[in-house]
């Protein structure tokens, strides 16, 4: 579905240069479901922003569905975005002047999902996330756990086979978030590929494949076959030397 | 997705209200200015007679002798003499055409019960109303026959007849112009012309005479014009009869040439004339001159659009421009603060073409409320204008087609203020709003 081979990401502000990512090469599977972690500032959500098509990469080759990313215009990424991948952002990112219907409805909008369609999705995707009775409220009206399983819920409604989620859990209580992660098991089951990054090792544990991300390079931790896996151990410089599988 | 945008507008719109209403006002003023001043200009500069407009004709003869000096543009008097006006009305030739100028009577019906008036009138000939084209709703022109031989009649307009008669068919009955009596031959409908172009004389923008009487009343009733009467020579003038010999001017004439083969005649018709008055001791000059405009070609020579009212349109258009940076400035503002969430927006698949649009559209709905009420905002203005000055009164006022122009002006103006921050706010790159906040 996905291969990245040596991708670099630098980020030139001022006089500092940082890289973000660098020889980041990585082939995610078909319904995969794939847990990152790393330290904060190692450049998980830049890997997610690039594997998202919502940032360009500044070395490096990419290709998503056998389409060499690097080579396409601005409209042909949005379109991907929009017909192929969904996301969770790290913050909840809602449209403040929108309700919750209207915020799950954008990606369908900018899609051409007729209206009696958009309907029947957003309310099946709101009652996924248990917030139907909600639909009518503003984002700034729902707690924090709340938005962010409207966050998901918009994720969700574009019915996306490949969903990138930026620590989906991060505001949630543990209940909350075992809920959130059953709900992304089931959409993986379903045959969506998954890639979440997570701080949370539980959580991670729970995905099949884990993968660390250290100071911008990769290091592939685990990939079990469907069982738990052991907690990801303490960033090693040398991680990245010893992939498993992949 | 035009209505969704249309939707979005109004809640932005509306949640951000300050800046909104400021962005409306600042259109609304720019456009109320510039249309006044627009529509000023424009009601000064419409042809007053579209159809008809190249083939009235005003004949100027330069009458002055050698070395004479007038201060038109081409040396030559604006108006003719009353001995040129009838001459040139009883030579030969078939064009319609007629002297004419204004005056004014005391109008009443010699009963207790009508108060006298006293009320502008013109002095013409027949012709005059086939020339100009009036319509008459009852009865029609007096006859050749009646203006030669028996002229107390008068041609009155339709709000006399609605003051005096109710509105009926007043033809037939008598009115008194003056202590003299006159027999009504027609009702003539309100000439509601903006500018006066048959006789500048007042004022470009003066209003209509109410009664018409034939022009050979003058001489009889010894009938002094409203106009101006300027002569090049000194002249001691004793009674009304030397006033017609003189070589003042005071008449206005018009005739309708309906060709160029037509105009041609007429010019042979007065370079004939003049040579047969030389040769009677007038026109002692080296190079006989006349002039023969049209009506488009007699306003331009009038100056009835007059430098001032161009440079006022142009200034009202600057301010347009300052109103339109401002708004530039409040919605670059306005649009930048709202990059994060556009990042989102492009994240979620919309492409930079649906920013754009969401963000023009938002842009014309401003515009539009700026139009409409900088339509209300010229009304305003014009009515200003009426009632402050009374000489504008025709003119101040608004036509469909302005009326028109106004959200169009308006939605261009917001255009232009609202392309470069919707061109710059599409560019936003998806990513960067959405790094952990
Ligand atoms: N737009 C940017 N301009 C400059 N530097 C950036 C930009 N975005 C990220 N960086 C830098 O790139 C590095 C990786 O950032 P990234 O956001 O990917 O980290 P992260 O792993 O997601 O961290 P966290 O767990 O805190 O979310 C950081 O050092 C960050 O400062
Ligand atoms: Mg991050």
Partial sequence: MLTMHNVGKIYQTDSVQTHALRDFSLTVNEGEFIAVTGPSGSGKTTFLNIAGLLEPFTSGQYTLDGIDIGGLSDNQRADIRNQKIGYIFQGFNLIPDLNIYENVEVPLRYRGVPAKERKVRILECLEQVGLASRA?????????????????????????RFLLADEPTGNLDTLMARQVMELLEEINQNGATIVM?????????????????????????????GKPATPASAPEKSAHESVVGG | MFLHYIDLSIRSIKSTPVISVLMVFAIAIGIGLTMTSLSVFHMMSMDPIPHKSQAIHFPQLNIMDEGGEWHTDDNIPYQLTYQDAINLYNADADFPRSPSFRSGFSVHLNTPDVKPTMEPARLVYQEFFSIFERPFIFGAPWSKEEQQSKPYVVVISESINNRLFNGQNSVGKSIYLDNKSYRIV????????????????????????????????????????????????????????????????????????????????????????????????????????????????????????????????????????????????????????????????????????????????????????????????????????????????????????????????????????????????????????????
Wanted: overall charge neutral; hydrophobic content about 45%; charged content about 15%.
């Fill in chain 1, 136 to 160: 009518r409220h503003l984002p700034q009206q729902l707690s924090g756990g709340q938005q962010q399983r409207v966050a998901i819920a918009r994720a969700l409604a574009g019915k996306p």
């Fill in chain 1, 197 to 225: 990054v997570t701080h949370d090792p539980e959580l991670a544990r729970r995905a099949p494949r884990n993968i660390q991300v250290v100071d911008g390079e990769l290091a592939d931790l685990t990939f079990y076959q």
């Fill in chain 2, 186 to 437: 027609g009702v003539v409908e309100d000439w509601d012309h903006h500018i006066k172009y048959y006789d500048l004389n007042n004022g470009a923008f003066n209003s209509p005479e109410k009664l018409y009487v034939p022009f050979s009343i003058a001489p009889l009733e010894e009938i002094g014009t409203w106009g101006n009467t300027n002569g090049w020579k000194h002249e001691t003038l004793n009674g009304y009869q030397s006033l017609l010999q003189s070589e003042l001017v005071w008449v206005q004439f018009w005739v309708q040439l309906n060709t160029a083969a037509e105009k041609e005649a007429f010019s042979a018709l007065i370079m004939a004339y003049m040579e047969d008055q030389q040769s009677k001791g007038r026109f002692n000059r080296d190079n006989l001159q006349y002039a023969l405009r049209n009506v488009t070609q007699w306003l331009k020579y009038n100056q009835v659009v007059s430098e001032d009212n161009r440079i006022l349109v142009g200034l009202s258009f600057m301010f347009l421009l300052v109103c339109v940076a401002n708004i530039l400035g409040l919605l670059l503002a306005k649009f930048l603060k709202r990059a994060p969430e556009v990042g989102v927006r492009r994240a979620l698949g919309a492409s930079k073409k649906h920013i754009f649009a969401q963000h023009i559209v938002e842009v014309s709905v401003i515009g539009l409320a700026g139009g409409i009420l900088g339509i209300v905002i010229a009304q305003l203005g014009l009515w200003g204008v009426r009632t402050t000055n009374r000489y504008y009164e025709a003119l101040a006022t608004m036509d469909v087609s302005l009326l028109l122009a106004a959200p169009t002006i308006a939605l261009m103006a917001s255009f232009i203020a609202g392309l470069y921050p919707a061109w710059l706010v599409c560019r936003t790159q998806p990513a960067i709003y959405l790094k952990s906040q």
